[in-house]
Nanobody, 124 residues
Framework: QVQLVESGGGLVQAGGSLRLSCAASGRSFSSCALGWFRQAPGKEREFVAA????????GYADSVKGRFAISRDNAMNTVYLQMNSLKPEDTAVYYC?????????????????WGQGTQVTVSL
């Protein structure tokens, strides 16, 4: 079992920045690829970013390329999502996820463990 707890969400004005953190525990963390997903009201959960077990590969949704950056610190069992130039359409509940595999995947069905989510609201 891998436990994931997100933090860092909140209310921010358009153009601002937030850094989300996801603290993980469990014996398999270091071998897991990690991802961030988000879900806006009335919409399906969508892929945002992912990082391989070693941190050597990353992937991003087109909607966040150039604005968001994912990173991980295996020594601290933590994955981060730096979000810059935020837009109102970024408003959503953000979830971190882990999969029992080391490669980057973009579908939520490929992930095995999920956090509770943290709300990000971007105002005009």
């Amino acid at each position: 079992q891998v436990q994931l707890v997100e933090s860092g969400g909140g209310l921010v004005q358009a153009g601002g920045s937030l850094r989300l953190s996801c603290a993980a525990s469990g014996r398999s963390f270091s071998s897991c690829a990690l991802g961030w997903f988000r879900q806006a009201p009335g919409k399906e959960r969508e892929f945002v970013a992912a990082i391989s077990w070693s941190g050597g590969r990353t992937g991003y949704a087109d909607s966040v390329k150039g604005r968001f950056a994912i990173s991980r610190d295996n020594a601290m069992n933590t994955v981060y999502l730096q979000m810059n130039s935020l837009k109102p359409e970024d408003t959503a509940v953000y979830y971190c996820a882990a999969r029992l595999g080391g490669l980057v995947k973009t579908s939520e069905a490929d992930y095995d463990y999920w956090g509770q989510g943290t709300q990000v609201t971007v105002s005009l």
